[in-house]
């Protein structure tokens, strides 16, 4: 127990030097697949280490014992003791057997593990879409009503006890989906629609990431899950599902004003405002969000202006240009995005 417990921190220890956010461990689950997962893990765990002490114990054994009447000029053996044979082929033997026996045994479980994974099938409570891109996550919140449906980027809620399901495309390359605290990887494929449930056990937020690479920037394509209680997911969205606020003051109306009018509005969308682009992430509640740039930066005002002048320093070879403006007009567009929470 004490070394589960130490082994199960180490990967969230090192989480904070790395820069991450969130809790990223396949051996701290937090949902019914993750669970199965670390279950089979340990067993692995458990079962090799026993075979490499029992190996070690057996070599150091081999080692030291005493061999009686031995010389390094004695001539070999012609006629070899059949008694000492017969033990030699007993123990290769039953060593065989047992090896085939215990990998037998783990294949057998991981079958039975996988076929557990992915055998749900169904409606979740709740349904996103999942979009892949170089590299960044488009997420779609779907709804019986289309009024309800919004779309927000590198960040997905999920209502804790409640199964979600999830429906993985990709718009470009083959990416692939994992959140190890939750469950097993699933990939999105150039045309071709793949599905994950998710459950969230308890509260937390977790790291997700691509785990299939798909180019320069595969790294620095995260995002953060976040479970919460149902009453706290259902407040947000509501939030989400809203229209961006209206700017108040007149340096967030000039913010507004030099959105629109310039080339944010081509690649960006904000409900309730003509900006409508698709080729970026979806920007009506942008404040709200976490982090910049799939989990490159945590979301601060000082980051969205360093992002906006020089994006591909901070996440070279992404879709977006440089923007140069001058400073009067960035900082109006830095008012008008703070407003977007």
Same mark, same amino acid.
């Given at each position: 127990?004490?070394?589960?417990?130490?082994?199960?921190?180490?990967?969230?220890?090192?989480?904070?030097?790395?820069?991450?956010?969130?809790? #990223?461990?396949?051996?701290?689950?937090?949902?019914?697949?993750?669970? =199965?997962?670390?279950?089979?893990?340990?067993?692995?765990?458990?079962?090799?280490?026993?075979?490499?002490?029992?190996?070690?114990?057996?070599?150091?054994? =081999?080692?030291?014992?005493?061999?009686?009447?031995?010389?390094?000029?004695?001539?070999?053996?012609?006629?070899?003791? !059949?008694?000492?044979?017969?033990?030699?082929?007993?123990?290769?033997?039953? =060593?065989?057997?047992?090896?085939?026996?215990?990998?037998?045994?783990?294949?057998?479980?991981?079958?039975?593990?996988?076929?557990?994974?992915?055998?749900?099938?169904?409606? /979740?409570?709740? /349904?996103?879409?999942?979009? /892949?891109?170089?590299?960044?996550?488009?997420?779609?919140?779907?709804?019986?009503?289309?009024?309800?449906?919004?779309?927000?980027?590198?960040?997905?809620?999920?209502?804790?006890?409640?199964?979600?399901?999830?429906?993985?495309?990709?718009?470009?390359?083959?990416?692939?989906?994992?959140?190890?605290?939750?469950?097993?990887?699933?990939?999105?494929?150039?045309?071709?629609?793949?599905? *994950?449930? *998710?459950? +969230?056990?308890? $509260? /937390?937020?977790?790291?997700?990431?691509?785990?299939?690479?798909?180019?320069? #920037?595969?790294?620095?394509?995260? *995002?953060?899950?976040? +479970?919460?209680?149902?009453? =706290?997911?259902?407040?947000?969205?509501?939030? !989400?599902?809203?229209?961006?606020?209206? $700017?108040?003051?007149?340096?967030?109306?000039?913010?507004?004003?030099?959105?629109?009018?310039?080339?944010?509005?081509?690649?960006?969308?904000?409900?309730?405002? $003509?900006?409508?682009?698709?080729?970026? $992430?979806?920007?009506?509640?942008?404040?709200?969000?976490?982090?910049?740039?799939?989990?490159? *930066?945590?979301?601060?005002?000082?980051?969205?202006?360093?992002?906006?002048?020089?994006? #591909? @320093?901070?996440?070279?070879?992404?879709?977006?240009?440089?923007?140069?403006?001058?400073?009067?007009?960035?900082?109006?567009?830095?008012?008008?995005?703070? @407003?977007?929470?």
């Amino acid at each position: 127990g004490v070394w589960r417990g130490v082994l199960s921190a180490v990967p969230a220890l090192l989480l904070p030097v790395a820069g991450c956010t969130g809790v #990223q461990s396949a051996l701290d689950p937090a949902g019914k697949g993750a669970e =199965a997962i670390g279950g089979i893990w340990w067993l692995f765990f458990w079962v090799c280490t026993a075979v490499y002490v029992l190996v070690m114990l057996t070599l150091i054994w =081999a080692m030291l014992r005493r061999r009686g009447g031995y010389t390094p000029f004695s001539a070999p053996e012609v006629h070899p003791n !059949q008694g000492t044979e017969g033990r030699i082929r007993r123990v290769v033997g039953v =060593a065989t057997a047992v090896t085939v026996a215990i990998l037998l045994a783990l294949t057998l479980v991981t079958y039975a593990t996988n076929s557990k994974l992915f055998a749900q099938s169904g409606d /979740g409570a709740y /349904g996103i879409e999942l979009i /892949g891109h170089q590299w960044w996550w488009e997420v779609r919140y779907q709804a019986a009503q289309p009024s309800d449906t919004f779309i927000t980027a590198d960040e997905i809620h999920l209502p804790v006890g409640e199964t979600v399901k999830i429906t993985l495309r990709s718009d470009d390359v083959i990416h692939s989906f994992w959140v190890p605290n939750l469950h097993g990887k699933k990939d999105l494929i150039p045309g071709q629609l793949n599905t *994950l449930y *998710l459950t +969230a056990d308890r $509260p /937390g937020r977790f790291r997700g990431q691509c785990a299939e690479f798909c180019g320069a #920037q595969h790294a620095h394509m995260a *995002l953060d899950v976040v +479970a919460e209680p149902k009453d =706290a997911f259902e407040s947000w969205l509501d939030k !989400q599902r809203k229209s961006a606020k209206e $700017p108040q003051t007149d340096e967030q109306k000039r913010g507004m004003q030099v959105f629109m009018s310039g080339p944010c509005a081509m690649c960006h969308a904000i409900t309730g405002t $003509p900006a409508g682009g698709v080729v970026g $992430p979806n920007l009506t509640h942008l404040a709200s969000r976490m982090s910049l740039g799939a989990g490159r *930066l945590p979301n601060t005002r000082g980051n969205r202006a360093g992002w906006i002048a020089d994006p #591909q @320093t901070q996440k070279p070879g992404n879709l977006m240009p440089p923007i140069v403006l001058p400073p009067d007009d960035l900082q109006a567009l830095l008012s008008y995005l703070d @407003t977007l929470d």
